[in-house]
């Protein structure tokens, strides 16, 4: 029998609105949960548990006075500490933001609040939401990393603090630590979810992702967050949020999958996870062909010049302003990022819609890409997060990508990740429902 703490959002949310639990009850055994393994895993910066009961109490009276219910209406959601709480501190995961506590909201928390959601608490980041670990260990295995940048996020929902979590993604922040820690992921279109009241580091980069259970999970947090910001330049205009019917709905036909191991597969892919994709490929015959994209080595290059240009930008003033308070790591690649000529920002801006035309052809003729989430599964050790190799072209690109926790590898979790076409979310998060289906099937 699933223990409450481990129920999937959905289902929490289904049998809050019924009563058959209660949202109090529901809070109760997460907190038991974070007490029995927070002190293992840390994937919390704040949390006020006497907060969270009072608003789940609240919630179970809105509930049996027969009040409107929205839906995420008693669910427990924690969020990454980049982003803005009006009740809780957000510190960035850097010594330069302690005890920073903002006036308001971020746009994505408030509409997590209008759904009915609970925030519980902020969650680990690493620093500056960059490449220096912060204290999080794996929930699979202590000795592993969960991943970065987003790893109190994906280690507490994999250890059952919650059902729901906000991550962020300017290269592989949301999609690597999900494969690490054996849940679903999602990093949607770029300007999907609005980023206002985060921690900008990239602004043609940086993008809001939803960590749950199931595919379905992905689809519900994603309708609460996508209304179009007009406080954010990168929201566009979008019709009534539709994600969780299209992705509940069946597939017309069987996908068709692209499988791309991309440029970097030879030399910094795992061999254990190139025989994992092996097997998974196999299984699923005539549903595959595997192709080659060329452009994609271009695309992870001028990635990195993005990347770097606009962390300089961001972050160069604090590292002026501060630089004791920064750690070396992030210190030698701002400094690095000085290298980076006028010239080739500007190309590797202007390459991005060249790039995406590639993929664009290349998704006429199927119905999603399939390619790693990660190099390997979890490395060993906590001074790096791991590569993210795998992610950064398809954040460049601005598409779509969800991972399921399909694989595993020497007892540690393996995701695979499907992209999709920029603003069709709901018919990828429909696809890998259908492939969680097609490998759950395998396994039965």
């Given amino acids: 029998m699933t ?59 809105v509930r049996r006075e027969g009040k409107g219910v929205g839906p995420l209406h008693g669910v427990p959601v924690a969020i990454k500490d980049i982003i803005d709480t009006a009740d809780m501190p957000t510190e960035h995961g850097s010594p330069v933001f302690a005890g920073r506590r903002p006036a308001k909201d971020a746009q994505c928390v408030t509409a997590l609040r209008d759904a009915g959601a609970i925030i519980l608490g902020k969650t680990v980041t690493t620093e500056l939401a960059t490449l220096t670990p912060g204290k999080t260990r794996n929930p699979h295995n202590p000795r592993h990393t969960p991943g970065g940048s987003s790893s109190g996020s994906a280690a507490g929902l994999a250890a059952g603090f919650f059902p729901l979590a906000l991550a962020t993604q300017t290269g592989g922040s949301v999609i690597r630590p999900a494969s690490f820690c054996g849940i679903c992921g999602i990093k949607p279109t770029f300007g ?15 993008t809001i992702g939803v960590y749950g259970r199931s595919v379905e999970d992905l ?4 309708d609460a967050l996508s209304a179009q910001d007009a406080s954010d330049p990168v929201s566009y205009p979008r019709s009534r949020p539709d994600h969780r019917p299209i992705t509940m709905s069946d597939v017309p036909v069987p996908p068709l999958f692209a499988y791309v191991k991309t440029p970097a597969w030879e030399e910094h892919g795992d061999k254990r996870m190139h025989a994992a994709f092996a097997e998974l490929v196999e299984a699923l015959g005539k549903q595959v062909e595997e192709i080659p994209i060329a452009s994609l080595e271009r695309a992870t290059a001028w990635a990195r010049i993005v990347q770097g240009a606009e962390n300089l930008a961001y972050y160069g003033p604090l590292l002026e302003q501060a630089p004791a308070k920064i750690s070396k790591g992030l210190t030698d690649r701002l400094n690095a990022a000085r290298s980076i000529d006028a010239l080739s920002y500007i190309g590797a801006i202007r390459g991005r819609e060249t790039a995406y035309a590639v993929i664009e052809e290349v998704l006429t003729n199927y119905t999603a890409i399939l390619t790693p989430a990660a190099a390997g599964p979890a490395p060993e050790g906590l001074g790096s997060t791991g590569n993210p190799v795998f992610n950064a072209p398809w954040t460049y690109l601005g598409v779509p990508c969800v991972t399921l926790p399909l694989l595993e590898v020497d007892g540690m979790p393996l995701g695979v990740q ?27």
């Fill in 3 to 61: 223990a409450l703490c481990d129920l999937a959002a959905t289902e929490a949310a289904a049998h809050i609105a019924t009563g058959e639990i209660g949202a109090e009850e529901l809070m109760r055994a997460c907190l038991a949960r974070i007490a029995e393994r927070e002190g293992e895993v840390q994937a919390f910066t704040f949390i006020d548990a006497d907060r969270a009961l009072v608003e789940a109490r609240r919630a179970d009276a």
């Fill in 192 to 206: 999907l979810i609005s980023r206002s009241g985060v921690l900008l580091q990239s602004h043609t980069l940086d």
């Fill in 219 to 222: 689809a519900l947090a994603v």
């Fill in 418 to 444: 499907l992209v999709g076409l920029r603003r069709d979310d709901g018919r990828l998060l429909r696809t890998a429902r259908w492939l969680e289906g097609f490998v759950r099937a395998l396994d039965s």
